[in-house]
């Protein structure tokens, strides 16, 4: 294995596997509300942003705090949003990109479905209660989300499990409605978007998953 692990799937060492990954909307906010709030959260982000923009070239902490003073909302909103695309949304999208430069497969999700907890929104792990159908364990969800929509993430994934791919046919789809997840690919960098009443397809310039020019390239320092 290459001491940089990108490599690996940059060289089509790992083409022949498929992937089936993605990212939550709001993945930082489970730790803003497992810290304790945004006063603790705040002081811990401060401190890890000082220490990964220091590994930074000048040009490159510049776009990183310019990415920063666009985010808008509370004090704990711009540490959120950084560490979201460092730590989770740059990774997926740098994943889906080399494995499918490289020839191998990947079907990546964005998942949207907010908890009923203050603050907690769509963070990090919100998926896995409807996943491993567990709708009593809302210490993160603050709720059971829809059934129908929880029953359709579980059959894509043993479909996925199955066949290699997650798509559904009307008569496999729960709520009798085909679902196609395109593989992801260079031009329209498609997604497969987890609303939770409206599982559809769509290009990732249509929900920002990753700002390319500002944090992108942030793989490149922290990613597996």
């Known amino acids: 294995m290459p ?3 990108w490599e690996a799937v940059a060289n089509g060492e790992v083409k022949d596997i498929t992937y089936l990954h993605g990212v939550n909307k709001d993945e930082m906010n489970f730790f803003l509300v497992g810290m304790g709030g945004p006063e603790p959260f705040n002081e811990w982000a401060a ?3 000082e220490m990964k923009l220091a590994t930074l070239t000048v040009e490159e902490k510049a776009l990183v705090e310019n990415f920063c003073k666009d985010v808008k909302g509370d004090s704990y909103e711009p540490y959120c949003k950084l560490f979201s695309q460092l730590m989770f949304n740059a990774p997926c999208m740098r994943l889906s990109e080399e494995q499918t430069k490289a020839g191998g497969k990947s079907f990546t999700y964005y998942f949207t479905v ?12 919100m998926a896995l ?6 709708p009593e364990l809302d210490g993160d969800t603050g709720r059971p989300f829809d059934e129908t ?3 359709t993430m579980r059959k894509m994934w043993v479909q996925f499990a199955k066949t290699g791919n997650p798509s559904l046919t009307a008569e496999l789809s729960p709520d009798g409605k085909a679902k196609q997840w395109p ?7 498609q997604v497969m978007v987890f609303d939770e009443f409206n599982i559809h397809p769509e290009k990732e310039s249509q929900r920002k998953i990753v700002d390319w020019n500002r944090t992108y ?8």
């Open 114 to 125: 907010e908890s009923a907890l203050p603050m907690m929104k769509s963070a990090h792990g």
């Open 217 to 224: 390239f942030l793989a490149n320092y922290y990613g597996f």
């Open 183 to 189: 593989l992801y690919d260079l031009k329209d960098k």
């Open 3 to 5: 001491r940089n692990p």
């Open 129 to 134: 209660a409807s996943l491993f159908k567990h």
């Open 149 to 151: 929509f929880s029953k």
């Open 47 to 49: 401190a890890r942003k």
